[in-house]
């Protein structure tokens, strides 16, 4: 689903500064201080066949420099309310190199940032996603691949905290075929009824998952079940619900 390769220099590129197009909405993305002394620059390109846009983004730090090419790359749509309105990450690079040619790691509280400013840009009923198949992601790989819950992945939980997490859907049909990347689907919801409802079943599918959570590879174990726990720490709070297990549904 990327775009052709294309260079900053090309006199034919596609691409353009987001700032060129002052009311464009990603522009608070291209603004968002996702680091302390670190940015995003971000561009945007054409449009797809179904009329998203492709947009990347390269990092920049002050005391760095930027990097020689787009840590992100992805698609933005803006449509009929609710479900036409969503951004899409199609590659992420969490280890990119600067133009200078040094290596650099992007650290988990950067990449936080990224996926909280990306999922203040979608509207209630939109959708946040965002592949899994890169080497950053490999925990969630391995973690969606065991059944566990995608809020309690290291990818999920940041959708979820990023408000994009009041449903998943993973991307991925292991006995099928497929095309593109695996990327995890996040849902904001619609209202607070839709909130409630789904967070009451995201409960449930946590209360199950921690039940056999020992039976799981122990890095996997060490890795989701205290994203689970934080998960459903939240979702009480939330929802205003006591703590321990929910009564069996329809009770």
Known sequence: MSPPETTRTSARSPW????????????????????RGVRLAVEIGPKNNVG????????????????????????????????????????WDGAPALEDGRALEIPEAVDLRVVTVLG???????????????????TTALALAARVPPVATPLGAMMFAAGCGVAFRDWYIAEGGREGPRKLQGFRAIDHE????????????????????????????????????????????????????????GR
Do not use: C, K
Request: negative net charge; aromatic residues 8%; hydrophobic residues 40%.
């Open 52 to 91: 998203a846009v492709y947009f990347q983004a390269f990092l920049v730090a002050e005391s760095l420099g930027r990097t020689g090419a787009p840590i992100m790359r992805g698609l933005f749509n803006r449509g009929p309310y609710p479900g036409f309105n969503w951004i899409e990450v199609t590659d």
């Open 120 to 138: 203040t840009l979608v509207p209630p009923g939109g959708h946040l996603m965002i592949e899994y198949d890169s080497r950053a992601r490999r």
């Open 194 to 249: 839709h909130e409630r409802t789904r967070g009451e079943r995201m409960l449930r599918e946590l209360d199950t998952f921690m039940s056999r959570a020992r039976e799981l590879d122990w890095m996997i174990q060490s890795q989701t079940r205290p994203l689970a726990e934080a998960a459903m720490t939240a979702l009480h709070q939330r929802l205003g619900l006591p703590e321990g297990p929910l009564p069996p549904e």
């Open 16 to 35: 353009q500064p987001v700032t060129a197009l002052p009311d464009h909405p990603l522009l608070p993305l291209h603004e968002a201080e996702i680091g």
